[in-house]
């Protein structure tokens, strides 16, 4: 939906400004029938986290969707998931191998399932010839 927005407007900026005005319109609703239904919860804390890089997520999902904006409509939407969700794996993979959480270890099926992921997008990638697939 980004990438048919941004050829509509041709611009980037409104596809990815649409995306977040309508996550603010649906956390706003979804905040509202919370609130209708269970109070307002407790007051948040007079001081905020001082740590800077919690504050980074708003300005890194802005450059996510402009990418992912762009990456759709050059690559395609099947190879632009598998691709995102390759380098999550990974990333995450890597975090496991290098600085694991206490009392973690990396596990079989996590490698297994990530290189499983990364032959899903090789196979993505191969040129097939349409002859080939058809039944007889």
């Known amino acids: 939906m980004n990438g048919a927005s941004a050829v509509?407007?041709?611009s980037l900026l409104a596809a990815t400004l649409m995306n977040f005005v309508s996550g603010i319109v649906g956390l706003a609703?979804?905040?509202?029938?919370?609130v209708a239904v269970a109070g307002p919860g407790r007051p948040l804390p007079a001081d905020f986290p001082g740590d800077w890089w919690y504050y980074t997520g708003g300005p890194l999902?802005?450059?996510?969707?402009?990418v992912a904006t762009v990456l759709v409509r050059r690559l395609g939407v099947l190879l632009t998931g598998l691709g995102m969700i390759a380098g999550q794996l990974l990333g995450s993979l890597a975090l496991d191998a290098f600085a694991p959480a206490p009392g973690t270890a990396v596990a079989l099926p996590t490698v297994v399932g990530t290189v499983?992921?990364?032959?899903a997008?090789?196979?993505?990638?191969l040129p097939w010839n349409r002859r080939m697939i058809r039944t007889r």
Do not use: D, E, P, Q
Not at 61 to 66: D, E, S, Y
């Open 121 to 125: 997008m090789v196979l993505a990638t």
């Open 116 to 119: 499983a992921t990364l032959v």
């Open 61 to 66: 999902g802005i450059v996510f969707i402009a």
């Open 29 to 34: 609703v979804a905040w509202a029938v919370k």
């Open 8 to 10: 509509a407007y041709s």
